[in-house]
Every structure is written in C-alpha cells, then in structure tokens.
C-alpha cells in the first residue's frame, strides 16, 4: 500500500478545518488515486498582524511611569510621530511629528527620511526638557530599531534624553 498524499492549501478563513477523504470500502474499488488525501491549511499574518503582534509583545515589557515616561514613535510611509506618555497617569506630556509646521518648514515637504526623524527626535527631547523629563523608556511601536526609529532615539540622545 502507498503512502498517504499530503496538500496544504491557503487558509481560507475561520470555517476552515482539516478535511481528510477515507478510502472507498470496497475491495475492488481501491486503487492508487484513492488513498486518503490530507489537507492541512495554516493562516499566514499579514504584515499590520505581525506589527501588532510585535507591537503587544514590546508593550507587555515596557510601561511609563510619571518618573520615566514611555517614549513611543509610530512610522507611516509618509511621516514619523513620537510622544512622551505618562501610562500611570494615561496622559500625554509631549508630542510631535513632521506634521508639526516648525519641523515642516525646515524640511521642504519631506517627512518620511532620516533627516526628518533626526527633526522629531530633537525636537521632541527639547519639549521633555521644558516639562523637566530627563529619563524616558523607548518604545520603538512594533517596528525596527533601523533607519528612521534609529535616527529619532540617536538625535533624542543628542538632545539630552536619557534611554
């Protein structure tokens, strides 16, 4: 007797379920292309599930308190945020992004590249210095510590934050 044909197919939402076809039970009937067929389906994330899921795991370690703030930084295509959170409080302290017309100006329209988060990253360690924050805990949001999170923590550190 042969060995079982194994396929895997896409997952095809929440109703999927392995299928598995038994074999005719007649003798004669039994030939090659009737040996059970499994078929195993797994869901594969998306690229915003995986974010999320990255996103939860770094949350479940890293908390604000009112003596070191939770700096967290969120990346879109077209721009870069951070803001400072109090998460005892669940207050905001500070915020920023290449939004904000200060940074706008200096960067000609420009507010997805490193240039632009070394602006935010600057900026936003220079209103933590208004409110008297000095120390702060990073939250890089799911994504890379690499070019653009990177360049925001490095020129925050520049500017006198401590992380």
């Given at each position: 007797?042969?060995?079982?044909?194994?396929?895997?197919?896409?997952?095809?939402?929440?109703?999927?379920?392995?299928?598995?076809?038994?074999?005719?039970?007649?003798?004669?009937?039994?030939?090659?292309?009737?040996?059970?067929?499994?078929?195993?389906?797994?869901?594969?994330?998306?690229?915003?599930?995986?974010?999320?899921?990255?996103?939860?795991?770094?949350?479940?370690?890293?908390?604000?308190?009112?003596?070191?703030?939770?700096?967290?930084?969120?990346?879109?295509?077209?721009?870069?945020?951070?803001?400072?959170?109090?998460?005892?409080?669940?207050?905001?302290?500070?915020?920023?992004?290449?939004?904000?017309?200060?940074?706008?100006?200096?960067l000609n329209g420009a507010g997805s590249n490193v240039e632009a988060a070394k602006l935010v990253g600057a900026k936003?360690?220079?209103?933590?210095?208004?409110?008297?924050?000095?120390?702060?805990?990073?939250?890089?949001?799911?994504?890379?510590?690499?070019?653009?999170?990177?360049?925001?923590?490095?020129?925050?550190?520049?500017?006198?934050?401590?992380?």
């Amino acid at each position: 007797m042969q060995a079982a044909k194994m396929c895997f197919t896409p997952f095809t939402g929440l109703g999927a379920q392995r299928s598995v076809r038994a074999p005719s039970m007649q003798p004669a009937a039994r030939s090659a292309n009737l040996l059970p067929k499994f078929c195993v389906e797994a869901k594969v994330m998306t690229r915003r599930e995986s974010l999320e899921k990255r996103h939860k795991r770094i949350r479940s370690k890293v908390e604000g308190t009112t003596e070191r703030p939770r700096l967290a930084v969120f990346r879109s295509n077209n721009h870069i945020y951070a803001q400072v959170i109090d998460d005892a409080a669940g207050s905001t302290l500070a915020a920023t992004s290449t939004l904000n017309p200060e940074i706008r100006q200096q960067l000609n329209g420009a507010g997805s590249n490193v240039e632009a988060a070394k602006l935010v990253g600057a900026k936003i360690a220079e209103l933590c210095k208004q409110k008297n924050i000095e120390k702060v805990c990073f939250d890089r949001g799911g994504f890379r510590y690499h070019g653009r999170v990177e360049a925001l923590a490095d020129a925050a550190r520049e500017a006198g934050l401590h992380f």
